[in-house]
């Protein structure tokens, strides 16, 4: 079992910039593909990042290309989505989500059944 807790979202004018932040507790974490995804308001629930276990391979949806970085420190249990360029449309509850047989799979996921643990999400509002 593992507890994730988002920080860092808020509230900014377009073009903008955010970082979020995912606190993982639990010894496990280094071995969780770990992934962040989105929920705008009566829209369903869309994937933004993700990344491996060991930090290696990342992946992004198209509207997050050139705009987001995601990173993890396996030290701090932490892993954080950095948000440049922010546009009205990226307004959302941002949520942390953890695959616990990620270090046995050959790539990130990118659906929300792929996920196992999630935080309770951080809202980010971007104005124009």
């Known amino acids: 079992q593992v507890q994730l807790k988002e920080s860092g979202g808020g509230s900014v004018q377009a073009g903008g910039a955010l970082r979020l932040s995912c606190a993982a507790s639990g010894r496990s974490f280094s071995r969780y593909n770990m992934g962040w995804f989105r929920q705008a308001r009566g829209k369903e629930r869309e994937f933004v990042s993700a990344?491996?276990?060991?930090?290696?391979?990342?992946d992004y949806a198209e509207s997050a290309k050139g705009r987001f970085t995601i990173i993890r420190d396996n030290l701090k249990n932490t892993v954080y989505l950095d948000m440049k360029s922010l546009k009205p449309e990226d307004t959302a509850v941002y949520y942390c989500?953890?695959?616990?047989?990620?270090?046995?799979?050959?790539?990130?996921?990118?659906?929300?059944?792929?996920?196992?643990?999630w935080g309770q999400g951080t809202q980010v509002t971007v104005s124009s």
């Open positions: 990344i491996s276990w060991n930090g290696i391979s990342t």
């Open positions: 989500a953890a695959d616990s047989l990620g270090n046995s799979k050959p790539r990130v996921g990118v659906l929300p059944t792929e996920y196992h643990f």
